[in-house]
């Protein structure tokens, strides 16, 4: 029985370093994606709004959910960020997920919704 201990060590080991490798992986792909491979060694404090905006869509880039739930996902953003931003709803919607999303931007929630609400004198409004 000792002899398989190390064995089993090792296997874990090796399993533990390749899921590192995986998430490396994944996050070096969705910083691309999101422009902010050359951002990679800056503080956090010292991103843009929409720098920030972009960093918490590479998180989610990288470990997709099956909820998502986005309060003024487009404030901050330039238009190349609303693009990016845009295709990726659309990305995670033909995977399966569900979004929720309150914003001020009324056409863009279209475009990227399949359902829409509208708060209108307190009353919610199909």
Known sequence: MRLEEPDAA???ERHQIGFVDAVERRMAEALQLTGLERAVSNQVR?????????LCIAKVV????????????????????IR????????L???????FMV????????ATG?????????KLRA
């Open 10 to 12: 090792v296997a874990g």
């Open 46 to 54: 010292t991103f843009s709004t929409g720098m920030k905006k972009r």
């Open 62 to 81: 990288a470990d997709p959910p099956h909820i998502l739930f986005l309060d003024e996902p487009y404030s901050g953003l330039d238009e190349e960020g």
């Open 84 to 91: 990016m931003l845009n295709c990726f709803l659309l990305t």
């Open 93 to 99: 919607k033909t995977e399966g997920c569900t979004v």
């Open 103 to 110: 914003t001020h931007h009324r056409e863009q929630g279209i």
């Open 114 to 122: 399949d359902r829409t609400l509208y708060l209108e004198d307190g």
